[in-house]
C-alpha cells in the first residue's frame, strides 16, 4: 500500500481531485468509483470548482457509488442519492444515464444486488476508486467480519456505524438499520484506489491499518492484497 502524506484536509481533497481529473483528462470514458461521508465533501468542491474554472469535461464519464441506505427512498434528505445529487452531480455534466447508485427501494433486493454486480462488470471495473475508512476499519458498508469474497451484498450497519452516521439524522432512531453495499470482492476489482483518511478521528484507524496484515476483522487492510492502493492520510489522522 503506498501512502501520500499531506498537511490537511484541504490538501487531501485538493490531491484527490487532481487524481480524478488527470484520469478523466486522459480517459474521456472512464468510470470512476465514488463514496459518500464526510470524507470526500472536500473532494467533490474542488471537483464542481474543476468543472467550473479548468473546463475538465465529464460527459462521457460513468460513475459507481459505493452504497445506499435501504429503506430511505432516492429523494430521502439523508439517501446517498441526494448527497450525490447535492453534493456533485447536479453541479457538473455527468450525463444521468451513467450515474450507478445502488437503488436502496428496489423491491427485491437480492436481485437488485445482482444487478449492480453485473453492471459493474459490464461497464466497470473502475478505472480509480474513492474510499474513505470507517473507525472499525469497514470499507464502503462492509463491516469487519466481511468476507474477502464478498459481492454487492446487504447488510446490518454496525452500530459504531449507525452512530457515526447518526449526525446526519434528527435521532440515532431515524438511522437505517440496513444498507445495500458493494462488496470487499467489488472493490478489489477496480484498477486503482485511493483510500481517504483525515482527522484526528481516524487516527486510530490508520494506526491499525498501517500495522495489521490483512484481516476481515479489519476491511480495510485487504485491499493490502491489491496492487495499486495509495492511502491519502493528513497530519491529523497520523500521516
Ligand atoms: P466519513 O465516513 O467520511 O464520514 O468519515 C467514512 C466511512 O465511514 O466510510
Known amino acids: 500500500m503506498n501512502v501520500v502524506s499531506v498537511k490537511d484536509y ?4 485538493e490531491y484527490t481531485c487532481n487524481e480524478i481529473e488527470r484520469v478523466v483528462r486522459s480517459t ?3 468510470v470512476l468509483g465514488l463514496a459518500t461521508g464526510g470524507t470526500p465533501l472536500g473532494t467533490y ?5 474543476g ?6 469535461d465529464y460527459r462521457h464519464v460513468t460513475t459507481f457509488n459505493l452504497d445506499e441506505y435501504i429503506g430511505l ?3 430521502h434528505p439523508q439517501s446517498y442519492y441526494t448527497y450525490m445529487m447535492n453534493n456533485l452531480f447536479k453541479h457538473i ?13 428496489a423491491e427485491e433486493m437480492d436481485s ?5 454486480e453485473r453492471l459493474i462488470e459490464e461497464i466497470g471495473p473502475p478505472d480509480l476508486q474513492i474510499l474513505g475508512i470507517g473507525s472499525n476499519g469497514h470499507i464502503g458498508f462492509n463491516e469487519p467480519g466481511t468476507s474477502i469474497t464478498s459481492e454487492t451484498h446487504i447488510v446490518e450497519l454496525a452500530e459504531s456505524t449507525r452512530k457515526a452516521n447518526a449526525r446526519y439524522f434528527s435521532s440515532l432512531d431515524e438511522v437505517p438499520q440496513h444498507a445495500i453495499t458493494m462488496g470487499i470482492q467489488s472493490i478489489l476489482k477496480s484498477k486503482r484506489i485511493l483510500l481517504l483518511a483525515s482527522g484526528s478521528h481516524k487516527a486510530k484507524a490508520v494506526k491499525t491499518l498501517l500495522e495489521c496484515l490483512p484481516d476481515e476483522q479489519f476491511p480495510a487492510s485487504v485491499l493490502k492484497g491489491h496492487g495499486d492502493v495509495t492511502l491519502v ?5 497520523g500521516g
Not at 437488485?112 to 449492480?116: H, I, M, Q, S, T
Open 10 to 13: 484541504q490538501e487531501l481533497s
Open 28 to 30: 474521456p470514458h472512464s
Open 45 to 49: 468542491r474542488e471537483m464542481i470548482n
Open 51 to 56: 468543472f467550473k474554472e479548468r473546463n475538465v
Open 73 to 75: 427512498g432516492r429523494d
Open 93 to 105: 455534466n455527468v450525463s444521468p444515464e451513467n450515474i450507478h447508485i445502488p437503488n436502496g427501494s
Open 112 to 116: 437488485e444486488c445482482l444487478r449492480y
Open 233 to 237: 492520510v493528513d497530519e491529523s489522522a
